[in-house]
């Protein structure tokens, strides 16, 4: 059972930065896949950002079009740690982050489907 901690959400205005971690009990680098991704009330998970490895060396970020040019993506493999750097955030990125872990990802890791463990999540909340 991998265990997922995320930290770093809170209230900011539009315009804002947030960084966003998560921490992993285990990351076994081989075809395995760790995102994040956000969900607000009334509305279906989103993809936001995801880090694709198929081996210890190689790693393949991906970002949701919504957040391209704003958020970054990365990942310590030292410390099993992946980060979301938020900037120019804007209302309509308000929503729960959830940090997720899977398996098999590549070209689809911003599909929620392929992950298998679940953190609690960090409310992001951004107003105007």
């Known amino acids: 059972q991998v265990r997922l901690e995320e930290s770093g959400g809170g209230s900011v205005q539009a315009g804002g930065t947030l960084r966003l971690s998560c921490l992993a009990s285990?990351?076994?680098?081989?075809?395995?896949?760790m995102g994040w991704f956000r969900q607000a009330p009334g509305k279906e998970r989103e993809g936001v950002a995801a880090v694709y490895t198929p081996s210890y060396f190689m790693a393949f970020p991906y970002l949701a079009d919504s957040v391209k040019g704003r958020f970054t993506v990365s990942h310590d493999r030292a410390k099993n740690m992946l980060y979301l750097q938020m900037n120019s955030l804007k209302p309509e990125d308000t929503a729960m982050y959830y940090c997720?872990?899977?398996?098999?990802?590549?070209?689809?890791?911003?599909?929620?489907?392929?992950?298998?463990?679940w953190g609690q999540g960090t409310q992001v909340t951004v107003s105007s």
């Open positions: 997720a872990t899977g398996r098999s990802c590549d070209g689809t890791a911003l599909d929620h489907v392929r992950y298998n463990y």
């Open positions: 285990e990351y076994s680098y081989t075809d395995t896949c």
